[in-house]
Nanobody, 115 residues
C-alpha cells in the first residue's frame, strides 16, 4: 500500500494561485501513474489532472490552461500548480497513485476560493 500525504491547501481569493504537493512512500514512485481529484460539498469526486509514469499529463476541461500537474520522481512528490482560481474550484483535493489494479488515495487537502 502506498502512503500519500497532501499539503498546500488554503483559503485564497478569486484569481489567486496555490501549489499543492503530494509526497509518497512508494519505493518505485516513478513507476506509478499519479493524479489529482477533487470533491466539492454535495458532489461526486471528479478528475482534475493525471500524469503518467512517462510524464504525460491529462487535464479536465474545466482546468485546462489554468492548472499544471508535474512530478519530481527523485523527491517522490506530485504537484498541482493552480492559477486563476475560481470559486467553483473550492473542494477537497485528493492525490491518487495507481498502477495496474492498484490504487491508493491520500486524505485530502482543503482548497477554498472566496473573497
Amino acid at each position: 500500500q502506498v502512503q500519500l500525504v497532501e499539503s498546500g491547501g488554503a483559503l485564497v481569493q478569486p484569481g489567486g494561485s496555490l501549489r499543492l504537493s503530494c509526497t509518497s512512500s512508494a519505493v518505485a514512485f516513478s513507476l506509478y501513474n499519479m493524479g489529482w481529484y477533487r470533491q466539492a460539498p454535495g458532489k461526486n469526486r471528479e478528475l482534475v489532472a493525471t500524469i503518467s509514469s512517462a510524464g504525460r499529463p491529462n487535464y479536465a476541461d474545466s482546468v485546462k490552461g489554468r492548472f499544471t500537474i508535474s512530478r519530481d520522481n527523485a523527491k517522490k512528490t506530485l504537484y498541482l500548480q493552480m492559477n486563476s482560481l475560481k470559486p467553483e474550484d473550492t473542494a477537497v483535493y485528493y492525490c491518487r497513485a495507481f498502477r495496474g489494479s492498484s490504487s491508493d488515495w491520500g486524505q485530502g487537502t482543503q482548497v477554498t476560493v472566496s473573497s
